[in-house]
């Protein structure tokens, strides 16, 4: 089992940054791909960022793509969101997951964090 804690999120204006935390325990993430999910008021969640077990591949939602850069310590059982130039349309609910897959064009999680609140104003 996995418990996944989310932290970093908060309010900030258009154009700021915000780095999102999320801490790993129970057992070690280091062959897991790990990722970042949100969901804004009404609609899905949906797919933002992954990273595989060793860090050498990344996937990104095509309207984070060079805003947003996702990265993992396996020594500290983190990965982090580096969230950059942020838009009013990134506000959401941010989720933590763990042990992603993806079938048919959809990624999903097995373990899920609780999530952090990022709100942009514009």
């Known amino acids: 089992q996995v418990q996944l804690v989310e932290s970093g999120g908060g309010l900030v204006q258009a154009g700021d940054s915000l780095r999102l935390s999320c801490a790993a325990s129970g057992r070690t993430t280091s062959t897991y791909i790990m990722g970042w999910f949100r969901q804004a008021p009404g609609r899905e969640r949906e797919f933002v960022a992954a990273?595989?077990?060793?860090?050498?591949?990344?996937y990104r939602k095509d309207s984070v793509r060079g805003r947003f850069t996702i990265s993992r310590d396996n020594a500290k059982n983190t990965v982090d969101l580096q969230m950059n130039s942020l838009r009013p349309e990134d506000t959401a609910l941010y989720y933590c997951a763990a042990d992603l897959s993806l079938r048919l064009g959809r990624w999903s999680g097995r373990y899920w964090g609780q999530g952090t609140q990022v709100t942009v104003s514009s």
């Open positions: 990273i595989t077990g060793n860090g050498n591949a990344t």
